[in-house]
């Protein structure tokens, strides 16, 4: 089992950058692909990035290409979202999740194990 806890949201501007980051409790944390999504009030959950359990593998939504890096510290079991240039778009519940490294992984599915979410706010 791999507990999470997401820290590092807040109120910010367009332009600005913010840092998530995800706190994991659990043996197996380190083989497993961890991801970040979204969601907004009324919308379906929403696949940002997610990277594989050795951090050699990346993968991104369209949307957040070119903004944001997933990264991960898996000898302090800890995954981070650097959000750069944010949009008032990018405002939303973010979720870290957790997911054996099989099948598609990067494309956000197959994600078991959820964390409680830190919302961000970006004004324009």
């Known amino acids: 089992q791999v507990l999470l806890a997401e820290s590092g949201g807040g109120l910010v501007q367009a332009g600005d950058s913010l840092r998530l980051s995800c706190a994991a409790s659990?043996?197996?944390?380190?083989?497993?692909?961890m991801g970040w999504f979204r969601q907004t009030p009324g919308e379906e959950r929403e696949f940002v990035a997610a990277i594989s359990w050795s951090g050699g593998r990346t993968s991104y939504a369209d949307s957040v290409e070119g903004r944001f890096t997933i990264s991960r510290d898996n000898a302090k079991n800890m995954v981070y979202l650097q959000m750069n240039s944010l949009k008032p778009g990018d405002t939303a519940v973010y979720y870290c999740?957790?997911?054996?490294?099989?099948?598609?992984?990067?494309?956000?599915?197959?994600?078991?194990?959820w964390g409680q979410g830190t919302q961000v706010t970006v004004s324009s």
């Open positions: 999740a957790a997911a054996p490294q099989v099948g598609d992984w990067y494309r956000g599915t197959g994600y078991s194990y």
């Open positions: 659990g043996r197996t944390f380190g083989y497993n692909a």
